[in-house]
């Protein structure tokens, strides 16, 4: 389960490559993955301490060569998605019921 993304870096090929914070079955874990493919490097850290200073190593591994730049907010989309389900519990029941009212078990 993922729980902070660190950052973005974009290719100039337009490939995106992103290192998060993730909770798994062991514990902590950061990770950095492309969109296209699977985690390409993962790494246990005991604290979010730890996860920060390595995601910010292995940035600068990436923006060490010419391929890699920083994601600006501006490429970021401004409207939502228009698929958009959906927000809140009561919104929910109201799109599969039709009301709000309570079921009688």
Not at 74 to 90: H, I, M, S
Request: hydrophobic share 40%.
């Amino acid at each position: 389960m993922r729980i902070l993304i660190y950052w973005t870096l974009v290719a100039t090929s337009g490939d995106t490559v992103a290192c998060e914070l993730c909770r798994t079955a062991d514990g902590l874990e950061v990770r950095c993955s492309s969109h296209a493919s699977a985690p390409i490097r993962r790494a246990p850290v005991a604290s979010a301490t730890e996860a920060s200073a390595l995601a910010a190593e292995w940035k600068q591994m990436y923006l060490a060569g010419d391929a890699w730049s920083e994601k600006r907010v501006e490429d970021e989309p401004v409207e939502p998605p228009a698929t958009a389900g959906p927000r809140t519990v009561f919104e929910q029941r109201v799109k599969q019921r039709g009301t709000l009212r309570r079921l009688r078990y």
